[in-house]
């Protein structure tokens, strides 16, 4: 949606959208499929009524009608603006047709993430998320979700891809192949000192390697390299 997509940070990218299933909006709906009920025997049974009486009822079916159909319009719009995003470093979940409501968590915090089922989740392709975060505010639970299975793949691989960039396990992409003469070497500039870091960072960095290297994303090797470089950055 656009009003989402112009609130995610630079460099930010959505990488998987999703909305609860249709489910859902039947459910919010049942309001409506009774005004249309309740018309329609309204309808029968005027029939043997007088002609004023059928008149006034008349009027009743218009408006019952007419009713359930702006219920039905408002809770499709509802819907349709309730939306859930994983992107590059947040999992965000958006709602509301006038006032707008944004609730996000970072990828960070997420400690894990609890699949739910139902045998009917499973034949209509729908399911609950329980989302585990290290911070008591955020989303914690995405119910009715379609596709809930693909959702938390995708969840859990951009989680995966920011750990290894934090951690400097990623590497960065080479310099674009370029056409023509080649040009005069720039003069090298000197190495700059590395940056220091405090205690804190440098046991969280630490322990985000320890576990990309107990997953195999990393050798021990790399892992005692990188943690020699940033014990010498206190």
Known sequence: MAYLDKRLATGEEP???EHQHWFVLAADARYAFVAWILA????LLSGALPAEIRSALGWIIVALVIGGLLYLGWQILRWQNEE??????RVLQTQGVINKQVVDSSLEKINDAILT????????GFGDLEILTASESGISRLRMLRDADGFKRAMLDAKHELELELSGARPMPGPAIRTGPPAQPAPAPAPDPAPKMSADEITRTLASLADLRDRGAISADEYEAKKAD?????
């Open 15 to 17: 990488l998987r959208r």
């Open 40 to 43: 329609a025997a309204v309808w």
């Open 230 to 234: 940033l014990l010498h950055r206190i």
């Open 84 to 89: 859930f995003v994983v992107t590059s470093r």
């Open 117 to 124: 089922e139902s045998i009917f989740g499973r034949m209509f």
